[in-house]
């Protein structure tokens, strides 16, 4: 908008004059212009996509190693030192074997250094995501005619599903048989999240709210500490699948706790005393360590040296980690059939991983004063998936703990990420085979450690409940669900909560009457505060959300209660007998719990005790078209009374709407805007009061 000049040197106050917008392109038009743009060629714009899709080439040539490089390995050989002692632990999660994990840190790590957009977030195996993976590969190897927790073929199977050679033993057959369920589902997640990526749909991530993701991190949680159980007490017990999985592997671990193995119970204790006290002293003296504690490392080197010194699994019968072979196997084609078998679980797998990724990514970005881009992350997450599902991989993702840990051992670009997979390399190549006495009560001990940020979040759902009940009941909605049914069902179980949550506090959003504080331009609502004066003949009303289909009746209904006139009824009596009957003292208002602004029903005045209504519509975020069908008829209404209804503090997507949908005559656009929309409430009210004062004197003269 700009001021008339003409107005300014007359000394009147200034006007605002619109802009003549731009002739709008037709569809065809505008398809036409972007598809020229995309698909130009030249060497400069190969280069700028290339660096688009690479990042890496546009910020490793402003590397500066004196500043950086000090950090970068420090903080990539602490994550490696982690992640190797993680990743085995993960793999019992995944049902997979632990060669296959560190094959998932190795490639994941590369491919989000060329990638990736965030320099702190450190992608990887994610318990989450193994759990899900974990539940898919037991599900396809009990159909295969396995038993996931015997390590051996279910009575009646059916071996035909194996592509594989009958003269494996039974393990291996297993073995071969999950990891191509899993690359087959990895790969499908994979590319699910290139094509959001290619699609723009980065944005979608941002539905899943962060109480929704903490209430599923809250019951997957649950759900992995259960499925741990019994490798912390040597027990064999079959892996549940579908709904009620955890309460039936509470029970089947009570029924069987009799078999517990004392060696693996004792070195579970030890393992967890460990663990946990020194993550309390971790957390206490944070701020005085530079390096935290490669604790989950001393851990797995002392009970290997013990299992190994003192033959616990001859002896005792300890289930051990066992063969870990060193290199890299051939590349593989997943397997077609198996994708489509998958195709459906891809989803919540492609989808939790993308809301952890970027969000993640967003959070450091914010703390440390830089950018990402949520389309990219997408990108680089979806090929960490997609590209490493043909070498014995399964699916990653940003981990908040391994992220938090980076950060504080000094990272500053994602060099870092070079360190550790150099660091998990050096054990592919020569170190596998040390952990082969390492006890799996060890490994679940550092599972069960690692979910402890996540069951922490317990505590604040108090404070929630305090903050937005709604949002509260959305995470203990989530994470119920996930406990009692299933992981997936949990997922889907939060998003339609937090859809409701988002109607529900839409559809019946706080309605009041304004009045004016002394002799200021400040209207406020009278029932929060004492001492505002209305304006004699004008009522106004704000609206505390936006007027669309599923509230527009609960904004009529707050209206008719708060300024006492039915307006619709006394329309219609007014069109049908005549003006005598426009009002009746025998149509009570509805109320309908209208909440702090509303009253008891009010008879309708014999006379409307006001000339014009004042539509306050500042909290009015949008118009659909059942919301501006209810201004017009409002208007029609009042009309017929001889109620004038004026709109003030309309947003500019409200004008828009409101002159597209015409609400304003498009003949007279300027004139009929200037008469009915206002800048201000108290511009609104003084226009009400003068053009009362012209009808006042006319109708006295005449």
Not at 202 to 209: A, E, I, K, R
Not at 223 to 244: A, D, E, F, N
Not at 405 to 414: I, N, P, Y
Not at 642 to 666: I, K, N, Q, W, Y
Request: glycine share 8%; aromatic share 6%; with cysteine.
């Amino acid at each position: 908008m700009e001021v008339s000049p003409e107005h300014m040197q007359q000394g009147q106050e200034p006007v605002l004059v619109r802009r003549q917008p731009p002739v709008p392109l037709g569809m065809r038009e505008t398809l036409k212009a972007r598809l020229l743009r995309s698909w130009a060629c030249s060497i400069q714009g190969a280069w700028g996509t290339a660096q688009d899709l690479l990042p890496a080439t546009r910020w490793l040539r402003q590397y500066r190693l004196q500043e950086d490089l000090a950090g970068d390995v420090m903080s990539g050989l602490v994550i490696g030192i982690i992640l190797v002692p993680q990743a085995i632990a993960y793999s019992l999660l995944a049902g997979l074997e632990p060669i296959y994990s560190l094959y998932t840190s190795f490639f994941a790590n590369l491919i989000y250094f060329l990638m990736g957009t965030s320099r702190h977030v450190s992608v990887g195996i994610f318990s989450l995501l193994c759990l899900m993976v974990g539940q898919v590969v037991d599900r396809e190897l009990l159909l295969a005619g396995f038993d996931p927790a015997q390590n051996g073929p279910g009575p009646g199977g059916n071996n035909t599903a194996l592509n594989t050679s009958a003269t494996l033993p039974v393990p291996e057959l297993r073995a071969c048989y999950a990891i191509r369920v899993a690359t087959a589902l990895t790969l499908v997640a994979g590319i699910y999240q290139v094509l959001m990526g290619v699609l723009r749909l980065g944005f979608v991530s941002t539905y899943l709210s962060q109480p929704l993701l903490d209430g599923f991190a809250m019951g997957a949680s649950v759900t992995i500490l259960t499925s741990q159980l019994r490798h912390l007490l040597g027990v064999r017990v079959p892996r549940h699948q579908g709904p009620g999985m955890v309460v039936s592997t509470w029970l089947s671990l009570l029924r069987n706790a009799g078999q517990a193995n004392p060696c693996d119970v004792i070195i579970s204790a030890v393992c967890l005393a460990v663990l946990l006290a020194a993550k309390e002293l971790a957390d206490r003296c944070r701020h005085h360590l530079k390096v935290p504690l490669p604790t989950e490392l001393l851990v797995v080197v002392g009970a290997t040296l013990v299992s190994h010194i003192g033959q616990l699994h001859e002896r005792f019968g300890s289930s051990v980690a066992g063969d870990i072979p060193t290199g890299f196997m051939a590349p593989q084609v997943p397997d077609p059939r198996l994708m489509w078998r998958v195709a459906l679980d891809a989803m919540p797998l492609a989808l939790v991983g993308s809301a952890f990724s970027i969000s993640l990514a967003e959070m450091f970005a914010r703390s440390h004063g830089y950018s990402v881009r949520a389309n990219q992350e997408l990108l680089a997450v979806g090929c960490c998936n997609m590209l490493p599902a043909f070498f014995h991989c399964f699916a990653t993702s940003a981990a908040l703990a391994k992220s938090l840990v980076k950060t504080a051992a000094g990272c500053r670009t994602q060099l870092s990420s070079v360190v550790s997979a150099a660091v998990v390399l050096l054990v592919l190549l020569a170190l596998a085979p040390l952990f082969r006495d390492l006890p799996q009560s060890a490994l679940a001990c550092i599972v069960v450690v690692s979910l402890r940020g996540a069951l922490r979040k317990v505590r604040d759902i108090p404070r929630l409940w305090r903050l937005s009940p709604a949002e509260a009941l959305v995470c203990t909605g989530t994470a119920a669900t996930c406990v009692l049914v299933s992981t997936e069902a949990g997922l889907l179980a939060g998003m339609v909560l937090s859809l409701l949550s988002l109607a529900g506090h839409t559809r019946r959003p706080r309605a009041a009457l304004l009045a004016r504080l002394g002799d200021s331009d400040v209207y406020e609502d009278t029932e929060e505060f004492e001492g505002l004066v209305p304006e004699p003949g004008v009522q106004v009303f704000r609206f505390g959300g936006p007027l669309y289909y599923i509230n527009k009746d609960f904004f009529l209904q707050s209206l008719y209660s708060l300024t006492g006139l039915d307006v619709g009824c006394a329309a219609a009596r007014t069109r049908d007998w005549g003006p005598e009957a426009g009002t009746s003292e025998r149509d009570p208002v509805e109320d309908k719990a209208l909440g702090p602004g509303g009253s008891t029903a009010v008879l309708v005045p014999t006379v409307a005790s006001f000339h014009t209504v004042v539509i306050d519509c500042a909290p009015l975020l949008f118009l659909d078209a059942a919301g501006l069908a209810t201004l017009q008829a409002l208007r029609h209404n009042y009309r017929a009374l001889g109620v004038a209804l004026l709109l003030a503090c309309c947003s500019p997507s409200v004008r828009d709407t409101l002159r597209r949908g015409g609400f304003l005559r498009e003949d007279q656009e300027d004139a009929a805007e200037e008469g009915q929309l206002f800048h201000s409430v108290h511009g609104a009210v003084q226009a009400a009061r003068a053009r009362h004062r012209e009808l006042v004197a006319t109708n006295s003269t005449l």
